[in-house]
């Protein structure tokens, strides 16, 4: 792994929420950085014209330090890096996870998943992109078992439950086949059930109805997250397909994983859920356990050696030469 100089700086730049701060926590994490998180809260009218209009002038530094390297994700917050890019200069470095839909000039280096259509000289395209789960952090929470977890007999199936968004809403007969589905996989494993923000209060109930009668988990927001506990344990996982970032981060276990639907799986993510299905990652939930273990899956080391690389390239190109 290329190193970064001790010392380098780093701003993760989102508007605070968790599909883009997570993917930009797990790159800084591989960079090996400890990264100050700026959260970008636009007012209108600025928030109507992101990502193409102007920053708000309130989300902006107003003067150096800069930071080495910025990193952002989410559509507010590209005003904000274009706006960091001018003022710093050669003095910081931009990254943006995902397509910045104002082309490739939005930073120094964007990464888009295989299903985006961006590309560019500088972008970099891999099937999935970064996140926090690393085989480091999965192996320790092996080691030490969340104590609400290691209790429940095997086999353990994690259950990680997304719902509304902008692309659509969880339609009830969905909801209802799922719940179902969970209540049979009830009978042939333990149910370690995190809800979503996005969760809606009545399937929230429902989950965890369901979690108290068949002797499960179901984490009600108290206590420490045990978000990567539940992928380190689980002999499977069920993961709903509106959030390609659960299923990113289900791959890198080697668990298998069962697909449900509660909203009208997005077009874009059809692509790559194909992908992972010809791996043989994925497979449909219907209730039952299926599917075996596969070598996991995590693009997120090679994604940080590409921003390492390009980083060093701009500081010394005469040592690092090549690329954008």
């Known amino acids: 792994m290329t190193t970064l100089p001790p010392g380098t700086t780093a701003w993760i730049l989102t508007d605070g929420k968790a599909g883009d701060l997570a993917p930009c926590r797990g790159l800084a994490q591989a960079l090996g950085l400890v990264a100050e998180e700026r959260r970008v809260a636009p007012r209108p009218p600025f928030s109507w014209l992101a990502p193409r209009g102007p920053a708000d002038p309130r989300d902006l530094a107003p003067a150096p330090p800069w930071p080495d390297l910025a990193i952002a994700a989410g559509r507010r917050a590209v005003p904000v890096l274009r706006a960091l890019r001018r003022r710093a200069g050669a003095a910081t470095f931009t990254v943006f996870l995902r397509d910045p839909r104002t082309g490739p000039g939005a930073a120094d280096l964007i990464w888009v998943p295989e299903h985006d259509r961006l590309r560019g000289r500088n972008v970099l395209v891999t099937l999935a992109g970064p996140h926090p789960v690393s085989a480091a952090r999965l192996a320790a929470a092996r080691a030490a078992p969340d104590p609400r977890l290691r209790a429940l007999p095997a086999p353990r199936a994690a259950i990680l439950v997304g719902g509304d968004d902008r692309r659509g809403r969880v339609r009830p007969q969905a909801a209802a086949a799922f719940l179902s589905g969970l209540e049979r996989l009830a009978g042939e494993a333990s149910l370690m059930i995190t809800p979503s923000r996005r969760t809606p209060p009545a399937l929230r109930a429902a989950l965890r109805d369901l979690a108290s009668r068949r002797g499960g988990f179901f984490h009600d927001g108290s206590g420490a997250d045990p978000y990567l ?96």
């Open 229 to 324: 506990a539940l992928l380190a344990l689980a002999d499977a996982i069920v993961v709903t397909a509106d959030s390609a970032n659960m299923v990113a981060e289900a791959a890198a276990t080697g668990s298998p994983i069962l697909l449900g639907e509660l909203t009208e799986t997005y077009a874009r993510h059809r692509p790559f859920f194909a992908a992972l299905r010809q791996y043989g990652a994925v497979h449909p939930f219907d209730g039952r356990l299926e599917g075996s273990r596969y070598e996991p899956l995590d693009f997120t080391p090679a994604i940080a050696e590409a921003v390492a690389a390009a980083y060093l390239r701009r500081r010394d190109p005469q040592t690092h030469p090549g690329g954008p």
